[in-house]
């Protein structure tokens, strides 16, 4: 790819020639605001609120579909880019709910952070608001549509990440609104809840169901990590609040699925909180598995276990592993069979 | 595995998921439900084949959901892989659509080969297979026409008693057209559970050693006995399935379960439970309550995946960093503080002393100093530390502080030097349809539960999508038998009957019955057969003779 030469905001870069001006201002580290843009979309240019200065071009360009070319100037931050958005944002704000001190949304909402920079309180137009019903009958999945923008982000990733296309843009003019076909439930749709639509939302429209309530992203931390599901290896950040994920989302870094998810990976974590997990150790004692300190149980199993591999023989003893455990675990268990009862009865599920 | 060690040297999936879904220009699934169990990599092929028009082949017993993507779906009938496979070949090399130059620079066992496939005319893979002989025909035109491709097969492959076999025929298929040590080529074994590859890299398995390094191999004895001041004899022990069954006879007395189900999981589960009720001394290490923990005499407390620090293996051999999130509930603990802890009293109590050996402790503080033996002792790991895994991980092999680890296998080359083409034989499955038991049974999972469900059924939102197990059936057969959709069915095998709710539905073929294995009120394995491959040890759960009837 050959490169062209470009200035943005006073700065020459160098960049290839198949780039988006808002590519080469990020390269750059020139951060215009987007909301309907990410770069793991293809771009659409739909919300209008990354419009630049560009020399020699009639009006203001939205930088995210608008391609490089040798010699352009751009400039991103003039009075009359900084106009333009106010109006925008002014426009879609004129029809969404300003409930943030109860928005899951709250301190990780892209138009909160532009509606602060920009000092925008309330619209100025005051006219029809809609009112959608909240879609929530599933077990995921909240969608909100008064607070969506129509950025398309959501369509975008389950047509273009997850492949299923299960929503789309219905009606037309004011009344359009994102959905299913026949705009009914999801899981009476293609859906299959990767949750890729509530990742790549840049409002409060798609939100976590489970997690509403339990926390917002200026209280929780997150703690990257890989899905303990399948063997794809799916990087995941858990964000945690006082000891419990709140919430699974998107690490866009992750080597294995760059940020993409399938249901297990995103929804699937709470059966860590389960009320069944087993909190102390147990010993079948009369027939009954009653609770036990550490030391009688570990001291019990050390002792039936030498006491078999020296009256025995090692291959008395038998050892399954895991395949959900961690490999310094895995490397413990044949260490614990090979290295000290000595025997290679070591074999784990990859066979089941 | 032990199939691509025949062919290849060594046995893990050759490609990464990356070069798989970005330059593969065709693909051939066969014995992979991707989108259900490797959801994000069925993602990533749906967008292969709609956003650049990638041709995909599914060779699969079931109309399962990517075959809605496919431009061709073979139906062959289960266990009939290597029929399939050899039928393709023999098509291949008829019609002068395979990779000579490959084959004679990097092969070898050609001739062989080319006999006997020619065993597998495409008239006879029609009567074994019940693919009709043009889409097979079609398929082979296809894929000996768009390069590169790769092969990506699961447990549909390696879960018959052919499993092996049918293994080194994909190898085999693969090694025909060239599709070897290529960026979007390859042999790709998905393995199904989040760390299964690091359980058999670090020598969880009856005959290797960490990085496969052979138990039989006096060297490796060596080089552990060395390391450990102990280690096991130069013979194999007993596989999963072996070991349970010597469990159940009392030759085995103790036997330890780390994070296992095998009363859920393994095959004919009358048999396993019986095994598990007669074992003299079992002890369960697990999270939750399990079918197995009832027969347990200690119950050891552990954790889950946040709770802890450590490392993952991915399906594309990659070591990636588990980090924990908070401590475990109550006084639950570290998996690999319990297994330390045991390390230590269980040496005290044979007299072994902790410093007899380099590596014979196990006074530990942290993963990280587990990880660096590990690494010391595993070729494949020895260039990896922690602060290497940083970031994107690593994949193996990575035997130096400096290598960069390794995208994609057999690049110029071989492991084992040239590529074996192994001449392999079909043979039907260990039990098939008869008067009795009419119809072929076969088992899998849906996207939304995971395995024995053990994980996913205490997730209440995936408990709530899939709350039930299925039985599907063919409305051709569901006529025949008056079965109705939503009806209560009975299902039979030699080894045992469960019941379920009829799904009517043309997603498996006619004559095969299809069920998940996640649910223990309606336990798919307690039908399953524990009829084992002779080389892998696999357990044949993807087919076996049943009769259904309204319950």
Redesign the interface.
């Known amino acids: 790819m050959a490169d062209v030469h470009i200035t943005i905001d006073g700065q020459s870069l160098t960049v290839p020639s198949n780039y988006t001006v808002l590519q080469a201002a990020e390269s750059a580290g020139i951060n215009v605001p987007t909301l309907c843009a990410h770069p793991s979309l293809k771009p659409i240019g739909a919300c209008r609120i990354c419009l630049v200065e560009i020399e020699k071009q009639r009006v203001l360009q939205p930088c995210c579909t608008f391609p490089v070319s040798e010699g352009m100037v751009v400039r991103t931050n003039t009075p009359k880019v900084r106009e333009a958005r106010r109006f925008v944002l002014d426009l879609l704000l004129s029809d969404h709910p300003l409930d943030c001190m109860t928005c899951q949304k709250a301190g990780d909402c892209t138009l909160q952070d532009l509606a602060y920079e920009y000092g925008i309180k309330e619209s100025t137009f005051a006219g029809l608001q809609h009112d959608w019903p909240l879609q929530d009958a599933n077990p995921f999945i909240t969608r909100d549509y008064n607070k969506c923008i129509l950025c398309r982000r959501c369509v975008r990733a389950c047509e273009e990440i997850n492949g299923v296309a299960a929503i789309g843009p219905l009606n037309r003019g004011f009344d359009t609104k994102i959905g299913t076909a026949y705009d009914g439930e999801l899981q009476d749709s293609p859906c299959e809840f990767c949750g890729m639509c509530i990742a790549l939302c840049p409002t409060g429209a798609l939100q976590p169901k489970a997690s509403i309530g339990k926390g917002r992203a200026w209280e929780t931390h997150k703690v990257t990590t890989i899905c303990p599901y399948c063997g794809v290896g799916c990087t995941l950040d858990l964000n945690v609040k006082d000891n419990r994920v709140v919430q699974v989302t998107s690490n866009w870094e992750g080597p294995s699925n760059h940020g993409w998810t399938c249901v297990k990976g995103r929804f699937g974590w709470d059966y860590i909180e389960n009320e069944e997990r087993l909190t102390t150790p147990l010993i079948r004692k009369d027939g009954e598995l009653v609770p036990a300190t550490w030391d009688e149980a570990l001291d019990l199993v050390a002792d039936k276990f030498a006491g078999y591999a020296k009256e025995f023989g090692p291959n008395a003893l038998g050892f399954l592993s895991s395949a959900k455990c961690s490999n310094e675990e895995n490397y413990l268990v044949q260490k614990l069979g090979r290295g000290v009862i000595g025997t290679n009865n070591i074999d784990h599920c990859a066979r089941l | ?1 032990t199939g691509l060690v025949t062919t290849f040297g060594s046995g893990a999936m050759t490609n990464s ?2 070069d798989i879904a970005d330059d593969a220009n065709a693909y051939f699934i066969i014995g992979s439900n991707t989108t259900e ?5 069925g ?2 092929l ?2 292969a084949v ?2 650049r028009g990638a041709k995909l082949i599914v060779a699969d017993p079931r109309r399962i959901p990517i075959t809605d ?1 496919a431009v061709l779906h073979l139906r062959h009938r289960p266990g009939t892989d290597i029929a399939l496979l050899n039928g393709l070949m023999n098509e291949l090399i008829e019609q002068d659509l395979y990779d000579k130059t490959f084959v004679a620079e990097r092969t070898e066992g050609f001739e062989a080969l080319k006999a006997k496939v020619a065993e597998y005319p495409l008239t006879r893979v029609e009567e074994i297979t019940g693919v009709p002989a043009a889409k097979i025909k079609e398929a082979a035109q296809i894929l000996g026409t768009t390069h590169p491709g790769a092969l990506i097969y699961a447990m549909g492959i ?2 018959h008693t052919t499993g092996h076999q049918n293994v080194i025929d994909c190898a085999n298929l693969q090694m025909l057209l060239g599709n070897m040590g290529v960026a979007g080529g390859g042999v790709n074994p ?18 290797f ?2 990085g496969y390094q052979k ?1 039989m191999d006096e060297a490796a004895r060596a080089k ?1 006995e060395k ?7 130069l ?7 072996e ?1 349970l069954h ?2 159940g006879r009392g ?10 189900n ?1 009363a859920m ?3 004919d589960q009358n048999h396993a439970r019986h095994c598990l009720e007669e074992t003299e ?1 079992l ?1 369960v290490q ?4 399990s079918e197995t ?1 009832q027969y ?7 954790s ?5 620090e ?7 051999r ?10 475990s ?5 570290v ?2 503080w ?6 230590k ?6 007299g ?1 002393a902790p410093d007899a050996a380099p ?2 402790s ?1 006074d530990y503080q942290k ?1 990280e100093q ?2 660096d ?2 690494a010391v002792l595993t070729p494949l790991y020895g260039g990896m530390s922690y602060e290497r895994l940083e ?3 690593l994949q193996w092999p990575c035997p130096t502080a400096d290598h960069p680890g390794t995208r994609f296998l057999h690049k110029g080359k071989f492991s084992r030097g040239l590529g074996a083409l192994t001449p392999v034989d079909w043979l039907p499955p260990a039990e098939v349809p008869d008067a009795e038991y009419p119809l072929l049974f076969t088992t899998g999972r849906v ?2 539960h ?1 395995h024995g469900g ?3 059924r ?5 408990d ?2 899939v709350p039930e197990a299925l039985v599907e059936i063919n409305p051709v057969d569901a006529r025949a038998l008056h079965i109705e959709d939503g009806q209560l069915v009975k299902v039979t095998s030699r080894r045992g009957t469960v019941t379920a709710k009829a799904e009517v539905v043309d997603r498996p073929d006619i004559g095969v019955i299809f069920m998940t294995f996640h649910f223990h009120e309606a336990a798919a394995n307690l039908l399953t057969n524990a009829a084992l491959d002779p080389v ?4 044949e ?1 993807k087919a076996c003779a049943v009769k259904v009837e309204p319950a």
């Open positions: 595995m998921i990356d169990n490797h959801p994000v990599i993602m990533r749906r967008q709609k956003q993507y390696t879960q998905l393995r199904g559970q989040n760390n299964v590859q690091g359980a058999c890299d670090m020598g969880c398995l009856v005959n050693y960490p138990v552990f390391a450990w001041g102990k280690t096991a004899d013979k194999p022990g007993l596989t999963v399935v070991l010597a469990a030759e085995v007395k103790g036997l330890f379960v780390l994070g296992e095998p999981t393994d095959p001394f002890v697990e999270i939750f309550p923990t347990a005499a200690v119950v050891l407390p552990s889950s995946f946040a709770e802890k450590g490392t993952f293996t991915n399906t594309e990659r070591v990636q960093r588990v980090r924990k999130a908070f401590n509930p109550g006084q639950a603990r998996d690999w319990i297994l330390a802890e045991l390390g009293r269980i040496q005290q109590r044979l072994m590596y014979a196990f993963p587990i990880f033996e590990l970031g994107n991980g996207l939304y995971f053990t994980m996913s205490r997730s209440p939102g995936l709530e999508i892998a040890k696999i357990p759960f």
